[in-house]
């Protein structure tokens, strides 16, 4: 079945770094776009970025683009958040999202927290 394990999150302090990881299985990842969504506490999930399959075609969501990059390895069925400068703001859990044949698959998320 499918599965999205993310890992990578933790306690960092403002202006720091982290770089999220999503193990991928169960599906053809090389041929499926992917997604990172995050979820503030008391606020809605929010698109952080999306990858295309080959990973030529990315975007974000609004305010996510100058710090955020994502990536992939298909050959690893790993897909990337790399977040730099981080705020206090960015605190959230940030999931891992795949959308196969109309459905949405999720993984458990990981908590970034930035604080000092």
């Known amino acids: 079945q499918v599965q999205l394990v993310e890992s990578g999150g933790g306690l960092v302090q403002p202006g720091g770094s982290l770089r999220l990881s999503c193990a991928a299985s169960g599906f053809t990842f090389s041929s499926n776009a992917m997604y990172w969504y995050r979820q503030a506490p008391g606020k809605e999930r929010e698109l952080v970025a999306r990858?295309?399959?080959?990973?030529?075609?990315?975007s974000y969501g609004d305010s996510m683009k100058v710090r955020f990059t994502i990536s992939r390895d298909n050959a690893k069925n790993t897909v990337y958040l790399q977040m730099d400068s981080l705020k206090p703001e960015d605190t959230a859990v940030y999931y891992c999202?795949?959308?196969?044949?109309?459905?949405?698959?999720w993984g458990k998320g990981s908590l970034v927290t930035v604080s000092s």
């Open positions: 990858i295309s399959s080959s990973g030529g075609t990315i």
């Open positions: 999202n795949a959308r196969l044949s109309g459905l949405d698959y």
